[in-house]
């Protein structure tokens, strides 16, 4: 297979905690290029920390990470930099800049790290609004003004605003109606083709799980107690895993459809 | 069996059957009637043995399942109170509220708790003063740093942001600087006139008018309004938007909060406060001679005389000199207190108001450093 064998995220022994709690006990994960994981755990579990520890919101008390081939505590400034150029974030709930409109915010990252024309990032920042589902009048409104999933998918195109290699999305069909969650999956997936993106997926969200995922990790008690394609998932001995993946009375998780869903 | 004058309510009746006690439920045992239903329960306890006899209850919501249940569960010996008959639509209803006091039991406050509760509370406040302080030091800190790498890059200063900025704390705030500080002189030089004229002295209020005025009061005054006005618009910001996680949004991009969001409001700060200061002393000075006129029948003439000879350039120095040091210390408490804020309005409320308390109080603490650094250098 083409995918490498270098992750191009490498956790290892990761320890997270807050004052004396330990919310990531010494937890190890991979992401492959190319790939879409999926991280599941209960509420409270620590995804979110796991996301933001990586991303550099959280410190950790002991561990490896990894990106893209460097090890973030020996990272200079610069190559900090680079790094996070190519990584984007979609935060759960859109954490779009409330004084600038959306064509402004997917111009934000731009204006940050390229030197080019007014012109070239309004038709670079329009493309990748259309390439997310909203118009050019949806481009000037301000964050204010938007339902929930057009906040998600402008955060979304803010994400992708460099075309970065790594996506984190924290939540993406939190909140969204079973038809627009299935949209976005569907999203998701093409761009992550088209622009050849490796994801990090937290979710709930059993159906994106089933139809994008191309790998699951389930975090428990502060650990990854499974990791695999959903085949291994639902076959997992963990009592846990087991029990997300079959639901409360027996229901199976949907099969790999993406036109369906809860 | 402790009985309540209550007892007899429309919704609990209690028949006496030899040496049993019989307790009729009837009615709506609902939230409308919580009330009864809580005194109820709060009458009925450490029941030996009685039946309750529940098959005229015709509504049953959580509040009559609660107290049910603490009528069954307040016997002495336990079990020894019967619920008879209710109706099958409410048995799930009670079989879930029981398990869920069960599972956790509620225990009521008893008040020699409070004293104990109330000294760690004190030492949480003393101990988050601390930390307080320690915030602001480090967001002091922090300004320097990015100030040190803002100035190998000169490029990279948000200009547009600080004159945005400087036009927001320092050309609006002209209006009211003025007329708040015209109208301290007045009061000042009004005062004045009025208690000097008993010794004669009326021609030193213009002395203690100039001194007065240039040294504290313009300063003071511009900057405890500028600390209410502007600081607590900074803090309210910079939470609001770290409640929606746009700061978080920024160090992911790779950008730093502070050199994007701090640096310019501090350097409008700094801008705009000495040039507040010397309006607002203006402002001062010309309302006292207006109050000398009319008031103290002081000629413009013998006042303006008087003012020259009363102040020097050193005083208007001392406290120009003050300005630019309140404002780093008002625009790092707004910014540190603003990224303080935790996720909900109430943070951000009483973080703002912290950020304006804190701020007025450097500046004061800075304004009686300043009064003895002066005073030992003489100037």
């Given amino acids: ?262 | 069996m402790r009985r309540g004058p209550a007892l007899q309510s429309e919704l609990l009746r209690s028949i006496k059957n030899n040496s049993e006690i019989k307790l009729k439920a009837r009615g709506a045992w609902t939230a409308d009637n919580a009330r009864e239903l809580d005194e109820i329960a709060q009458d009925i306890t450490g029941m030996r043995s009685a039946e309750i006899d529940a098959t005229g209850i015709t509504a049953l919501d959580t509040f009559g399942a609660r107290t049910l249940d603490r009528l069954v569960c307040s016997s002495i010996k336990p079990r020894n109170v019967a619920l008879l008959g209710l109706p099958q639509r409410y048995v799930d209803l009670f079989n879930l509220v029981s398990q869920a006091a069960a599972d956790d039991p509620h225990e009521p406050t008893e008040s020699g708790r409070r004293l104990s509760a109330g000294i760690s509370l004190l030492k949480q406040k003393i101990a988050r003063m601390g930390i307080g302080f320690m915030d602001f030091l480090a967001m002091l800190g922090e300004i320097g740093n990015a100030a040190f790498r803002v100035s190998l890059n000169p490029q990279s200063f948000r200009l547009t942001s600080a004159v945005n900025q400087l036009d927001r704390v320092g050309w609006q705030a002209i209006p009211i600087i003025l007329l708040i500080t015209f109208l301290i002189g007045c009061i000042i030089a009004q005062q004045g006139f009025f208690h000097f004229r008993k010794f004669g002295a009326d021609e030193y209020v213009v002395d203690m008018v100039g001194i007065l005025i240039l040294r504290e009061i313009g300063v003071l005054i511009v900057a405890i309004m500028v600390a209410g006005r502007s600081g607590s618009a900074y803090t309210a910001e910079l939470g609001s938007m770290k409640m929606r996680e746009e700061i978080d949004a920024l160090r992911t991009m790779g950008l730093d909060p502070v050199e994007i969001l701090v640096l310019p409001r501090v350097v409008a700060l700094i801008i705009a406060l000495p040039m507040l200061d010397f309006l607002g002393s203006m402002a001062a000075l010309y309302g006292s001679g207006l109050t000398a006129w009319l008031y103290g029948h002081m000629s413009p003439e013998i006042f303006i005389a008087r003012l020259k000879d009363a102040i020097s350039i050193t005083h208007f120095k001392v406290g120009i000199i003050k300005a630019p040091f309140m404002a780093l210390a008002i625009g790092a408490v707004a910014c540190a207190e603003g990224f303080a804020v935790k996720g909900s309005a109430e943070s951000l409320g009483r973080q703002t108001t912290s950020s304006v308390v804190k701020s007025i109080f450097f500046v004061i603490v800075l304004d009686g450093l300043f009064a003895i650094f002066f005073a030992s250098i003489g100037m």
Avoid at chain 1, 28 to 54: N, Q
Avoid at chain 1, 90 to 104: D, I, K, N, R
Avoid at chain 1, 241 to 259: E, M, W
Wanted: glycine share 8%.
């Fill in chain 1, 1 to 262: 297979m083409e995918q490498s064998t270098n992750p191009v995220i490498r956790v290892r022994d990761l320890v997270v905690g807050f004052d004396d709690v330990i919310v990531l006990d010494h937890v190890s994960l991979d992401l492959f290029r190319g790939e879409i994981l999926g991280l599941v755990g209960g509420s409270g579990s620590g995804k979110s920390v796991l996301l933001r520890t990586i991303i550099g919101l959280l410190q950790k008390k002991a561990g490896l990470i990894e990106i893209l081939g460097n090890d973030i505590d020996r990272m200079s400034y610069e190559e900090k930099r680079r790094i996070e150029r190519r990584c984007g974030v979609l935060f759960q709930h859109g954490a779009l800049f409330s004084s600038l409109t959306v064509l402004e915010n997917v111009q934000f990252p731009m204006r940050e790290y390229l030197s080019i024309s007014q012109d070239f990032m309004d038709d670079v920042a329009l493309a990748k609004l259309d390439m997310v589902g909203l118009n050019a009048g949806d481009a000037a409104k301000y964050p204010s003004e938007l339902s929930g999933g057009m906040t998600k998918r402008a955060a979304l195109a803010r994400a992708l605003a460099l075309d970065p290699d790594i996506v984190f999305l924290d939540e993406p069909t939190s909140g969204l109606d079973p038809i627009s969650a299935s949209d976005f999956d569907v999203l998701i997936r093409t761009l992550q083709q088209t622009l050849g993106l490796t994801v990090f997926m937290v979710t709930h969200d059993l159906t994106s799980l089933a139809n994008i995922c191309d790998r699951i990790a389930a975090l428990a008690n502060g650990r990854i107690v499974a990791s695999g394609a959903l085949e291994t998932m639902k076959a997992s001995a963990d009592p846990w895993v087991q029990r997300y993946f079959s639901g409360r009375n027996g229901r199976r998780v949907p099969s790999i459809d993406a036109s369906q869903h809860e």
